[in-house]
């Protein structure tokens, strides 16, 4: 069995659907990260204050209970502080963001960022291009997330490996795998792999990352599927493909373990050794 890293809840209408945890066991997946629904920003349809998508989160959640729930939030909107001392006295595991009107960089941002690592608590961005009809795609840049280098002791991943600047996501990874060493409290990167990449970029994408940065002890799988509609023959098939493509790089079985489930417990449990301090 695997984990999926990328779970979303998209439909503000959804009701906990029963055959959610029997479509997770046909793709093969045991556990993973659900996250919330939206922010308003984000996605206007989603009109729903914090309290009410937490709720929301919770009730999908109970069906599998051996999920990690995330709790999506906008770092700009006034309350942020009290949205994640909600989230948190509910039970979440970590947060999600998507930067689609503000640079990570911001100072607004930055704030929450550093109070979401003072928690303990893991945050996933997305990368690359951000399909959503709007110019938002350049807040996106793997580069942008450099300064999470000045947010102390955060455990952050980034989904869908920065396409199409995956070169960049692969010098962004080194750069803090290099720092890291010289200061174990600086932030800690993960390679959210979750599809988007156009599947000829795949291979060799993966081949840059994992002989450049050796982020196979970093890197964990995600399907980027709804709760509401979560599709087990492409989950699997995914799974399949992904196994296949690492097997092809040289990976051993213990590796692609790793990959396709330890890698995403440490991520949300915190449970790692740095860089700069190896086993
Ligand atoms: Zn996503």
Request: aromatic content about 12%; some cysteine; overall charge negative.
């Amino acid at each position: 069995m695997s984990f999926d890293g990328h779970i979303h809840l998209w439909n503000e209408n959804s009701i906990p659907c029963k055959d959610f945890p029997e479509r997770l066991k046909k793709a093969g997946v045991s556990g993973g990260l659900l996250m919330s629904l939206p922010p308003p920003s984000f996605r206007s349809e989603v009109n729903l204050p914090a309290p009410v998508r937490i709720e929301h989160l919770f009730a999908w959640h109970a069906l599998q209970p051996g999920l990690w729930p995330f709790f999506w939030v906008d770092p700009t909107e006034k309350d942020a502080e009290k949205q994640l001392e909600k989230a948190a006295e509910a039970g979440v595991k970590g947060f999600k963001v998507i930067c689609d009107h503000f640079f990570p960089g911001e100072e607004r941002p930055m704030q929450i960022f550093q109070r979401i690592a003072d928690m303990g608590f893991p945050i996933v961005f997305h990368s690359g291009c951000l399909a959503n009809g709007r110019d938002s795609s350049n807040f996106n840049r793997p580069m942008n997330f450099e300064c999470m280098i000045r947010v102390r002791k955060l455990r952050f991943s980034m989904a869908h490996i920065g396409w199409p600047w995956c070169d960049e996501y692969a010098a962004l990874f080194l750069l803090l795998k290099i720092q890291e060493k010289k200061h174990p409290d600086n932030c800690k990167m993960f390679v959210d792999n979750t599809v988007g990449t156009p599947d000829i970029y795949r291979k060799p994408v993966f081949e840059k990352l994992i002989s450049v940065c050796e982020p196979k002890e970093r890197m964990y799988f995600g399907a980027d599927q709804l709760a509401e509609n979560y599709d087990d023959r492409q989950v699997a098939w995914y799974l399949n493909r992904d196994a296949g493509l690492y097997r092809e790089l040289g990976l051993t079985q213990k590796e692609i373990r790793n990959l396709h489930e330890d890698n995403l417990r440490k991520f949300v449990e915190g449970d790692l050794q740095s860089y700069g301090n190896p086993a």
